[in-house]
């Protein structure tokens, strides 16, 4: 889930930056803000002011302030200013952070995941997605919602909490089990 939320950026600094027709006929990304500062140089992206991240279809981020590190890969050669490579190192999106996923469903239909927080930050070598602020994720089958922190761990495909949490289910998802879809105990109002 997560990682299908970070390589649509990617793509879309890559796709920014290249100004190649094709790769942009083939994923059209969209990327809005009310300012910006570019470092093509160190590959460090500042946007800021109702930053919204688009790939239609695909994922959506929203977020007051975002920052992403794209280094220049020396080993490739290029002396250019544009990032290579294809490995983003580092992204930080601040303030009234909304991400949403969309993913294919059962007959067409189309799922969406939501995460909200005040901050969201993801590191490529630990490969962790770090969800903080009074952090949400609802999904179809529910909402997990924390107190300090969500994590999810891209390599293990785990998420785990850092402070309390609680998960909502919704009742139809366990419909199945016995357990959960037996009469009641508990005394009858007279």
Not at 13 to 19: A, C, E, I, M, Y
Not at 61 to 87: E, N, V, Y
């Amino acid at each position: 889930m997560i990682r299908s939320v970070l390589f649509p950026l990617l793509a879309l600094f890559l796709t920014l930056v290249s100004g190649s027709a094709q790769a942009q006929q083939q994923d059209k990304i969209l990327l809005s803000a009310t300012n910006c500062v570019l470092e093509l140089e160190k590959g460090v992206y500042h946007l800021w002011d109702h930053v919204r991240v688009e790939s239609p279809g695909v994922l959506q981020i929203t977020c007051d302030d975002l920052r992403a590190a794209l280094p220049q890969d020396k080993a490739s050669g290029t002396s250019g200013p544009l990032p290579t490579g294809g490995k983003l190192q580092s992204l930080i999106a601040s303030g009234n952070v909304v991400i949403e996923l969309f993913q294919p469903g059962a007959n067409g239909s189309t799922n969406v995941v939501r995460a909200f927080g005040k901050q969201a930050e993801y590191g490529s070598q630990q490969e962790i997605l770090i969800l903080t602020g009074d952090p949400r994720i609802e999904t179809a089958s529910g909402v997990m919602i924390g107190t300090e922190a969500l994590i999810y761990d891209l390599k293990s495909r785990t998420m785990r909490n850092r402070g309390s949490y609680r998960i909502e289910l919704k009742a139809d998802i366990l419909k199945g089990s016995t357990l959960f879809n037996r009469g009641t105990n508990s005394s009858k109002s007279r």
